[in-house]
């Protein structure tokens, strides 16, 4: 059974940062690409970030590029989302994904349709 556990949300003051963990078990996670999403109160899941299998392709959502970054560590099966210089806007429920897909294309790793499997969320709240 496939199992993704986030953690790491909280309050944070505007500029400040905050690193997300996502611990996956129940697959050979190391293969498969994996992605954040957020959804804040009265607005749809918005793509933030993914990474492949390699852990080389990355991408990213236009509203957090060059603040955010996403990374994974294979050994301990485990993905992370470090969000620097956080605005307002950015507060929302964090979700982690897997995809059954190593190699998505750019368009694709951004679809929500890829990822069968997500976690249960973490909460990310910024005050100016």
């Known amino acids: 059974q496939v199992q993704l556990v986030e953690s790491g949300g909280g309050s944070v003051q505007t500029g400040g940062s905050l690193r997300l963990s996502c611990a996956a078990s129940?697959?050979?996670?190391?293969?498969?690409?994996m992605g954040w999403f957020r959804q804040a109160p009265g607005k749809e899941r918005e793509f933030v970030a993914a990474?492949?299998?390699?852990?080389?392709?990355?991408s990213y959502g236009d509203s957090v590029e060059g603040r955010f970054t996403i990374s994974r560590d294979r050994a301990k099966n485990t993905v992370y989302l470090q969000m620097n210089s956080l605005k307002v806007e950015d507060a929302a429920v964090y979700y982690c994904?897997?995809?059954?897909?190593?190699?998505?294309?750019?368009?694709?790793?951004?679809?929500?349709?890829?990822?069968?499997?997500w976690g249960q969320g973490t909460q990310v709240t910024v005050s100016s």
């Open positions: 994904a897997v995809s059954d897909n190593d190699s998505p294309s750019d368009s694709d790793m951004r679809l929500e349709s890829i990822y069968p499997h």
């Open positions: 129940g697959l050979p996670f190391s293969r498969y690409t």
């Open positions: 990474i492949r299998g390699s852990g080389v392709w990355r």
